[in-house]
């Protein structure tokens, strides 16, 4: 069984669309995350939610909604897709959040093409 | 927060021979974590080493840390090709997020 899933793994669409990528984690991990990863590699992230709850939202822009209606799920939500949305975005968990041997679990990722 | 700067960006070594990635960061830490991606997969753990460690073993990889100048090296003994991979570091605390930079691209020559 895949530790962190996410769909779809590739997603072509149109500038100005609405798209949403889905995550589940069967962990039991407590915490989930949503980084995005550019064209030269850099992996930034946008949100962390702990328990549900929005701990982490770095600076997104509000087209993008993340969703998680239990903790096992983190769903991303983009509206008005933009070119420059054009990345892989990558779902984690970890165990907890602020612990000293905190590690990160990923999930294979979802490569965003905006046209 | 703060984010791991990873030195080289590329690197290119033939087959067993070992590989030596470095990463420096600029606050005070509580561990510092070593993944590894694979063209077109996400990131997998592979070691993590505690602020008060200063060396740490785990299979062909050794990790070191030196707080005193916010540095750790990563070196992977005997290189083979299922090595190839991207390698990044995230230095982490309590009062930030874990946070990637660009990673090393290393190759691994038959």
């Known amino acids: 069984d895949t530790a962190v899933s996410q769909t779809p793994k590739y997603l072509v669409t149109q500038m100005g669309n609405d798209k949403s990528i889905k995550c589940e984690q069967n962990l039991g991990h407590d915490t989930m995350y949503w980084y995005k990863q550019d064209s030269k590699k850099f992996l930034k992230i946008m949100f962390s939610?702990?328990?549900?709850?929005?701990?982490i939202n770095e600076t997104v822009p509000n087209r993008f909604s993340p969703k998680s209606p239990d903790k096992a799920h983190l769903n991303l939500h983009i509206n008005s897709l933009e070119l420059g949305d054009s990345a892989v975005y990558f779902c984690?968990?970890?165990?907890?959040?602020?612990?000293?041997?905190?590690?990160?679990?990923f999930g294979s990722g979802t490569q965003l093409s905006v046209l | 927060s703060q984010q791991g700067e990873e030195d080289p960006q590329a690197l290119s070594i033939q087959e067993g021979e070992n590989a030596t990635m470095n990463c420096s960061y600029k606050t005070s830490i509580n561990n510092l974590q070593w993944y590894r991606q694979n063209s077109g997969r996400g990131l997998v753990h592979l070691i993590l080493i505690r602020s008060n460690e200063r060396e740490k073993h785990s299979g062909r990889l050794r990790v070191t840390l030196d707080t005193s100048k916010k540095s750790s090296s990563l070196l992977i003994t005997a290189s083979r090709a299922a090595d190839t991979a991207s390698y990044f570091c995230a230095p982490y605390s309590s009062a930030s997020k874990i946070i990637f930079g660009s990673g090393t691209r290393l190759s691994i020559r038959p």
């Open positions: 984690a968990s970890s165990q907890d959040t602020g612990g000293a041997y905190e590690k990160l679990f």
């Open positions: 939610y702990n328990n549900k709850e929005l701990i």
